[in-house]
């Protein structure tokens, strides 16, 4: 069959950066969009660019990833075609100990562009998860930069599942993952996801910058899918064990371990406990 009599599969198509241009209002976020078919990892791609003087508001986009990865070296799968893999440089005025703030300041205006999408509510699962139903839908890695007392760059890279199917979906990931098709029975242009995600990602940077993590830090809460939750927290060969009660104003998470003493933990990863 010719080409042209082939069904128009838009899970297919590449992404169109111009539709993306179109819906953009240029801010500080989205001043220049690099759009790749494929790279090894936007955030690699992104410190380059960054390490060469790329000033603050650049993102980098891939259709495809071939070493897309998340925390600590893990992998994250970047089928083509299929989702969004991109990176923000940005240039914080935020204190070196403040880096982290800004992953969760992306995880709020990711969960709450998600959720335009969808039906049910997306969930942040501290630091750096979008869970909907406890599944994972997206995730952000967030890289820095600094020398003596001030922050060079951060490279913000985030992936988000739109039309990846489950069954598409590896082994590994499969029981674990969802996506936005998944979600809503139906196909999700793209276009609109990024467009709208770099505006709501550019209106809490500047919540951020101008009046701290502490002005996002309800609708952070708001999305807690941990409150109350027994937890264990690892990180590197350090563990504890207790009860995750919510986030400090400096966005640390507020852990009360066994005998009642309150841990503020700055990095790590959560695993759900039965209660
Ligand atoms: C993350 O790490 O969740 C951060 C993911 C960031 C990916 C973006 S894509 C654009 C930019 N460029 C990059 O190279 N990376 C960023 P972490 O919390 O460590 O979670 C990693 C774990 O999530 C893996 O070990 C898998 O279990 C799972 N995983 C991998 N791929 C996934 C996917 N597509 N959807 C859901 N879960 C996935």
């Not at 990833?65 to 970047?78: K, V």
């Not at 991109?86 to 709020?108: E, K």
């Not at 590896?170 to 990024?194: K, Y």
Request: glycine fraction near 8%; proline fraction near 5%.
């Amino acid at each position: 069959m010719p080409p042209s009599d082939a069904p128009f599969n838009p899970a297919a198509a590449p992404l169109d950066i111009d539709k993306v241009r179109q819906q953009l209002i240029p801010r500080r976020l989205g001043v220049e969009l690099h759009y790749f078919a494929e790279l090894g990892s936007t955030n690699t791609h992104a410190r380059e660019l960054a390490e060469r003087g790329a000033p603050e508001g650049e993102v980098v986009i891939a259709d495809a990833q071939t070493q897309g990865r998340g925390r600590l070296g893990r992998r994250w799968e970047s089928p083509g075609r299929r989702n969004l893999y991109f990176s923000v440089i940005l240039r914080p005025r935020l204190a070196p100990a403040h880096a982290a703030q800004i992953t969760l300041m992306a995880a709020v205006a990711l969960a709450e562009t998600l959720d335009s999408f969808i039906a049910p509510m997306a969930e942040i699962k501290w630091p750096n998860d979008i869970l909907v139903g406890g599944r994972k839908l997206a995730g952000v890695l967030t890289e820095a930069a600094c020398s003596a007392d001030v922050i060079e760059h951060v490279i913000l890279g985030i992936g988000i599942n739109v039309n990846y199917r489950r069954e598409e979906m590896p082994g590994e990931i499969h029981a674990r993952a969802t996506s936005l098709a998944d979600l809503s029975g139906d196909f999700v242009a793209r276009e609109n996801v990024l467009a709208r995600l770099i505006h709501a990602l550019d209106r809490c940077y500047g919540v951020l910058e101008q009046s701290g993590f502490d002005a996002l830090r309800p609708r952070w809460e708001a999305r807690f899918a941990l409150r109350g939750k027994r937890v264990r927290v690892e990180h590197l060969d350090q563990w504890i064990v207790g009860r995750a009660l919510g986030i400090a104003p400096d966005g640390a998470l507020l852990v009360e371990d066994e005998s009642g003493a309150l841990h503020n933990i700055y990095a790590g990863d959560v695993i759900a406990l039965e209660n």
